[in-house]
């Protein structure tokens, strides 16, 4: 007899072969599963609870999973007993997983500091960008004479401070995300 391959989310597999002839709810498996993906590629539990329901139909149309003791309806039970019936599971990538290895690549110490630099320049610039404009707008305010003159200079000082407090801002989102002290 041919086996038919079956393609089913590698976590999910993973989850159930631990789960092996033990009863198991929807929602204790989508929390197991939770608990597999990063934080930041998390998906929202109800969505994360369709996406394993789909699946779990899937293999119960296949005969790899049966409910326990004929629940149904919320809060069913399921059973995995991966005997022999003609399927062959082959393990897919979970959508929620990224294939970026960056993301969880360890960050080295030189970027750390590279980034504290960063963080530390954009604050020097942006203090003196801001001191810049304050400036301009005081001579503008003293000498009404100089108004054409400091106008245009006082205007791009502000826009650049307003550049450099995004470039900051950037900085420290990501300093946040990898769990730096800014």
Do not use: W
Not at 74 to 97: D, Q, V
């Amino acid at each position: 007899m041919k086996q038919t391959r079956l393609q089913v989310d590698k976590i999910l597999i993973t989850l159930l072969r631990e789960q092996l002839n033990t009863p198991f709810s929807t929602t204790s498996i989508r929390d197991q599963y939770s608990l597999q993906i990063p934080e930041a590629q998390r998906p929202s539990r109800n969505e994360l609870r369709k996406h394993i329901y789909k699946e779990l139909l899937r293999l119960e149309s296949a005969k790899m999973i049966e409910r326990y003791e004929g629940s149904t309806g919320r809060g069913c039970k399921f059973i995995f007993r991966p005997e022999p019936s003609g399927f062959e599971l082959e393990a897919k990538p979970s959508p929620y997983e990224t294939s970026d290895t960056q993301v969880d690549a360890p960050m080295g110490v030189e970027t750390q500091r590279a980034l504290q630099e960063e963080l530390s320049q954009r604050r020097i610039e942006l203090v003196a960008s801001i001191g810049e404009a304050e400036e301009y707008q005081r001579l503008y305010n003293k000498y009404p004479a100089l108004r054409d003159a400091v106008k245009q200079q006082y205007l791009e000082s502000r826009e650049r401070s307003t550049k450099l407090l995004g470039q900051l801002r950037a900085v420290e989102s990501v300093i946040t995300k990898i769990g730096l002290p800014s």
